[in-house]
């Protein structure tokens, strides 16, 4: 079974910046890809970042420029930096993990307030 935790959201003026991490139970390298979503109120859930296990990166034409992800082998963990943010940016960011084999993951969420 693969646990993923997230963490670093939090009440953030617009403009500010968080760094978001997701840490898997296990090794990330056995994932073929990891992804961070968003859901934010009323809406439904999308895509913001993913990595590929061969690093490949793809983002949400909304955060483009705005978002990185990255990821640490040695501790297994995903994160997501996110700059200049927005009150649109407001939501509960979810990582997610997908396996070789086609299974998804999902975290508990961590919530990102952004103020205006």
């Known amino acids: 079974q693969v646990q993923l935790v997230e963490s670093g959201g939090g009440l953030v003026q617009a403009g500010g910046s968080l760094r978001l991490s997701c840490a898997a139970s296990?090794?990330?390298?056995?994932?073929?890809?990891m992804t961070w979503y968003r859901q934010a109120p009323g809406k439904q859930r999308e895509l913001v970042a993913g990595i590929t296990n061969g690093g490949n990166t793809n983002y949400a034409d909304s955060v483009k420029g705005r978002c990185t992800i990255s990821r640490d082998f040695a501790t297994n963990t995903v994160y997501l930096q996110m700059n200049s943010l927005k009150p649109e940016d407001t939501a509960v960011y979810y990582c997610?993990?997908?396996?070789?084999?086609?299974?998804?993951?999902w975290g508990e969420g961590t919530l990102v307030t952004v103020s205006s």
């Open positions: 296990g090794s990330i390298s056995r994932f073929a890809a």
């Open positions: 997610n993990c997908r396996t070789w084999g086609g299974v998804h993951y």
